[in-house]
Structure formats: C-alpha cells, structure tokens
C-alpha cells in the first residue's frame, strides 16, 4: 500500500488502518520523504511493514527496526516504479485531495508528482477528501471517478514554516546568486540555505521555476517580479512544480493560483523537460562533499538520514548544456564546527549521490569553487579554499 507523503499525508486515514490492524496478517506500507511518524509505525512487524523511499527522523518512531527496510529511488522513478508492469507494483494506494472545484474534479493539491502515478496505476486507491487542501492546477486536478473511495476528513495539512536565516546561509545565498543570470530556470530543495539564495535573487528578473517544489519564499520573488517564468520554452509563465512544501501562508497563496501548475515527474525532473529550460540552475544541498567533487546528501557514516530524491535528477539534467550549473550549496561545518563538511575523499560506508564526473558548482560562506572542467589537483585545491579555515590546512596537505 502506498502513501502519499511530503506535505499530504493522510494521517485520519492511517489512524483508522491501524485500528484495523486486526484484520492484516501482513500489510507493507511504502512511504516517501515523511514529517512526522504514522500510527501504524507503532505495531511495525505485527502486521505492518515498512518500505521507504526516503530515510528520515520520523522513522526512528518504528517499534520494531526488523520491520523497515530503504528503496532507494530517485523521484523521476516513481511512475515507471509502481506502475503495474513496474517493477515494484502498488496493490492499493492512500493519499489526500481537495473538495470538489471547477467541474467537480478534485486536487491533489500540495503533492502530485510523487502521487499521480499510484493514482493512475494501483487496482485501489482510497482518498481522504480534506476541505483544508488547497487546490491546484495542473496535472493532479483529476475527476472523482479515479478514486474508489472518497473519504471526508478535516485536519490540518502538514506544514513546514520557513527556518530564520543567519550569517551563514545568507553569506551562501551571496554567493550562490552570483551564479544565477538573469532568465534562468530555477530548481530548489528545503531549508534555510535554498531559502537565502532565492531571498538574494530578489533583484534578478525574468527567472522560471521548474521543478521539485514550490517554497514560501517563491511568494515574495513573484511579487517582487523577479520570477515570471518569461523565457521558458516549457509552460511559459508558470510555476512549474511536483510538490509544494511550506507554511499555511503559502498553501492559502497555491489555492486556485492561476501561475501554479503540478506536474508528473517526468516533467517536474524528467531530464528532457528540464534540459530544455533556458540556463537551468539546480540548488541542491549535501552532506559533505570530498575533494574530488563527489557528494554525499544521504548518510552521515553508515546512518542513512535521507534518500536520493530528485537530486539525481536535476544535477543529472543541469549537465546536459554548457549554460545550466548545478549548484551545491551547505555550510562548510557541521556539529557546530567540531566537523568539516568538505573531506579528503567520502568514507567507504558513506552513500555516493552524486558521483565526481557531474561535479559542478560548491558554494559555502567562503565562496564558490568551480568544478566543472577541472582535473583532480585543481578541484582539490579549489574545495580546500572554500572548507572552513580550521580544516584548511588538512584538506591541503598531501
């Protein structure tokens, strides 16, 4: 059975599945990128089992650790995955929609790309039908016959408010928007570092966002016109987006917006869609990234503490032309700066997400280094520059 996660999980409908979990001899839940724990996670083994596509904090609620076990999947995947001829076919799906708007159709509203194909593909899908989901356009506004079951439930959409900035990102966002022309397609993730840079694009004009989710801080670019989706090919003045994560602001902003359109995935990351964007720009994170330009955004160590997701993706799309960049950007430490984030090489147990042959743009609060076309020594010394200056000199050493 699969879930809809990110910011529209239907947690009424789990609640109710667990207290029917009598009724299972066995029942395997495949969940994505997940906020907050499922209450079936508290009888994992007897009888639930647990597939994630994405590792994080909220599975640690899991009684059981035998239980759960990690596919890993990029999101591009996801169709051709759990589709019926896939090659990991979902028998039944629960997942969230809006109430009925323009014709009677329903949205899936903050999540489509992730959820429309289990929709199109699994023999049962079950909706929760929430008057609290906003409604979007686009490829998830979908008539109620394609679900076999709609369900009335009112609970508060998961939100996910933006996080202060500090000197750092906002020393990240500077730097990184010094990358970005003027024109070009945006792709973001979550957090405070995507937040500063798109908050540092305030005076660029002209950029496009297509790709993996629409954030709050897309509300102010908009207003400012800095993001008009002018030059874009694909959907021209559109928002162009699989998920939407963010606060109750944001969501009351998405609803019946004339400038959103959700998208499958095969158009929010499918590499074809995206290459043809003008100066396509992916902003991405890591967890560390070793000198040779390979990256690490999924273990820390052995511990996997999130999934591959769109990241592949993007950065694989953002190598398909001279003028897109992919642009990693974190800060240089972590632990409150007991760790440096850029290492010598990535240690044998660590998770390899984006190999060193697509290494382009590292940006950290001490600048950018430029990978793309460097052989190793100078992509060593140009990561080295932009560590932090108490791990310089070992990252320089021979």
């Given at each position: 059975?699969f879930?809809?996660?990110?910011?529209?999980?239907?947690?009424r409908?789990?609640?109710?599945?667990?207290a029917?979990r009598?009724?299972f001899?066995?029942l395997?839940?495949?969940?994505g990128?997940?906020?907050?724990?499922?209450a079936p996670?508290?009888?994992?083994?007897?009888p639930f089992?647990i597939?994630?596509?994405?590792?994080?904090?909220a599975?640690r609620?899991?009684?059981d650790p035998?239980?759960?076990d990690?596919l890993p999947?990029r999101?591009?995947?996801?169709?051709?995955?759990?589709?019926a001829?896939?090659?990991y076919?979902c028998?039944a799906?629960?997942?969230q929609?809006?109430t009925?708007?323009p014709g009677g159709?329903?949205?899936?509203?903050v999540?489509?790309?992730s959820?429309?194909?289990v929709?199109?593909?699994?023999p049962?899908?079950i909706?929760?039908?929430?008057?609290?989901?906003?409604?979007?356009?686009?490829?998830?506004?979908?008539?109620r016959s394609?679900?076999?079951?709609?369900?009335?439930?009112?609970e508060p959409?998961?939100?996910v408010?933006?996080?202060?900035l500090?000197?750092v990102?906002?020393?990240?966002g500077k730097?990184?928007a010094?990358e970005?022309?003027?024109?070009?397609?945006l792709?973001?993730?979550?957090?405070?570092?995507?937040?500063a840079?798109l908050q540092?694009?305030?005076?660029?004009?002209e950029?496009?966002l297509h790709?993996g989710?629409?954030?709050?801080?897309?509300?102010?670019l908009?207003?400012?016109?800095a993001l008009?989706g002018?030059r874009?090919?694909f959907a021209p003045?559109f928002?162009?987006?699989?998920?939407?994560?963010?606060?109750?602001r944001?969501?009351d902003?998405?609803?019946?917006?004339p400038l959103?359109?959700?998208?499958?995935?095969e158009?929010s990351?499918?590499a074809?869609?995206?290459?043809?964007?003008?100066?396509?720009v992916?902003?991405?994170?890591?967890?560390?990234?070793?000198l040779d330009?390979?990256?690490?955004?999924e273990?820390v160590?052995?511990?996997?503490?999130s999934?591959p997701?769109g990241q592949p993706?993007f950065?694989i799309?953002?190598?398909l032309?001279?003028s897109h960049?992919s642009?990693l950007a974190?800060?240089?430490?972590?632990?409150?700066?007991?760790?440096?984030r850029?290492?010598?090489?990535?240690?044998a147990?660590?998770?390899?997400t984006?190999?060193?042959?697509l290494a382009?743009?590292?940006?950290?609060?001490?600048g950018?280094a430029r990978?793309?076309?460097?052989?190793?020594?100078?992509?060593?010394?140009?990561l080295?520059r932009?560590?932090?200056p108490?791990?310089r000199?070992a990252?320089?050493?021979?």
């Amino acid at each position: 059975m699969f879930i809809s996660a990110a910011c529209s999980t239907p947690f009424r409908l789990l609640e109710q599945l667990d207290a029917l979990r009598d009724h299972f001899t066995s029942l395997e839940l495949v969940v994505g990128h997940l906020r907050r724990p499922l209450a079936p996670f508290a009888h994992a083994g007897a009888p639930f089992r647990i597939t994630s596509l994405h590792a994080s904090d909220a599975l640690r609620a899991i009684s059981d650790p035998r239980a759960l076990d990690i596919l890993p999947c990029r999101y591009s995947d996801y169709g051709r995955l759990f589709s019926a001829g896939g090659a990991y076919p979902c028998d039944a799906a629960l997942v969230q929609v809006s109430t009925p708007g323009p014709g009677g159709r329903v949205s899936l509203g903050v999540s489509t790309g992730s959820t429309l194909p289990v929709v199109f593909g699994a023999p049962l899908v079950i909706a929760q039908m929430n008057p609290q989901m906003p409604y979007t356009f686009g490829a998830g506004e979908l008539p109620r016959s394609a679900f076999d079951f709609l369900v009335e439930a009112d609970e508060p959409i998961l939100e996910v408010d933006p996080l202060p900035l500090d000197d750092v990102s906002r020393a990240i966002g500077k730097h990184a928007a010094g990358e970005i022309p003027d024109g070009a397609t945006l792709q973001f993730g979550i957090g405070a570092v995507p937040d500063a840079i798109l908050q540092a694009l305030r005076d660029h004009r002209e950029l496009g966002l297509h790709g993996g989710m629409i954030g709050d801080a897309c509300i102010e670019l908009v207003e400012r016109g800095a993001l008009t989706g002018a030059r874009k090919p694909f959907a021209p003045g559109f928002l162009v987006a699989g998920e939407v994560i963010g606060s109750r602001r944001l969501y009351d902003w998405v609803h019946r917006n004339p400038l959103v359109q959700m998208a499958p995935p095969e158009i929010s990351h499918g590499a074809a869609a995206l290459a043809a964007c003008p100066d396509f720009v992916a902003i991405n994170s890591a967890v560390e990234v070793a000198l040779d330009g390979a990256a690490n955004a999924e273990s820390v160590g052995a511990e996997l503490v999130s999934g591959p997701g769109g990241q592949p993706d993007f950065v694989i799309a953002a190598s398909l032309a001279a003028s897109h960049r992919s642009i990693l950007a974190f800060p240089s430490t972590a632990a409150r700066g007991r760790v440096s984030r850029i290492v010598r090489s990535l240690a044998a147990e660590a998770t390899t997400t984006v190999p060193s042959w697509l290494a382009d743009r590292v940006v950290t609060e001490y600048g950018v280094a430029r990978l793309r076309g460097l052989p190793l020594r100078a992509r060593a010394e140009a990561l080295a520059r932009i560590a932090h200056p108490n791990f310089r000199a070992a990252l320089e050493s021979d």
